[in-house]
């Protein structure tokens, strides 16, 4: 079984929880879309309280990359691997925590699943004022966006499932937008491209998270707390 949620911060009781539970077994996949919190710096060591007890589950957790992390291309123990067709940076020293490549596409359980994180920071400043992490990759980047197009080239723009971190700006849930913020200055450039994704891709399911709601618009399901089946 494949599972998903998302927007962990760091905080794993519920996921370690739920990876202990019965029902799940070391064939199942548990994917976090974005945030899960395990790389908040490039401090070594600094994530072991977070990492050492999740990894402990003999189960696959794929993470997406998010907008409150930095990626693990920056940070020096990370090494690429491949697994179920595509590139996933792992750890050694935590064998069983994963983090998709951008524009990669996986065969999990029979399905083709293509991936692509970040997201917007719209406290932005007020984080770099605090001092609080803010990255300034936190969006995909120009490269990021063509491999992801040439990837679906390759691939006649046709999958099973997509997932990301935010959600194309057709479906933004502005009932989630924060009291105010002045939505003109928020950048909106990543929802914009994965609206023109959307508009031409064939898929049969789409999971995204970032927004904290639990919601479904066709076939794009937002995730935050529950642990939902693909």
């Known amino acids: 079984m494949i599972y998903v949620v998302s927007d962990t911060h760091g905080k794993f009781r519920r996921v370690m929880e739920f990876l202990g539970s019965g029902p799940i077994t070391k064939d199942d996949i548990l994917i976090i879309l974005g945030d899960a919190g395990f790389n908040y710096d490039a401090i070594p060591g600094s994530g072991l309280r977070r990492k050492a007890p999740v990894n402990s589950y ?7 990359q998010g907008n409150h992390e930095l990626r693990p291309e920056h940070i020096e123990s990370y090494r690429e691997i491949n697994w179920n067709g595509g590139v996933v940076y792992q750890e050694e020293r935590y064998p069983n925590l994963l983090f998709a490549k951008d524009g990669e596409c ?3 359980d029979g399905k083709q699943i293509l991936v692509c994180g970040g997201a917007y920071t719209v406290f932005k400043e007020y984080r770099i004022k605090k ?3 803010w990255y300034a990759d936190e969006q995909p980047s120009e490269e990021i966006k063509r491999q992801v197009e040439a990837r679906l080239d390759m691939m006649d723009w046709k999958v099973d499932v997509m997932l990301t971190h935010t959600c194309p700006s057709k ?13 003109s200055t ?3 450039s990543t929802e914009e491209w994965l609206d023109r994704i959307e508009d031409r891709l064939q898929y049969d399911a789409w999971y995204c998270g970032h927004w904290h709601i639990e919601k479904q618009v066709g076939a794009i399901h937002f995730i935050y707390q529950n642990f939902v089946v693909i």
């Open 58 to 64: 003999d189960i696959p957790v794929l993470c997406l």
């Open 106 to 108: 996986y065969t999990i």
């Open 131 to 133: 001092g609080l992490p």
């Open 171 to 183: 479906v933004v849930p502005t009932e989630k937008y924060i009291p105010g913020v002045d939505q």
């Open 186 to 188: 928020v950048d909106k």
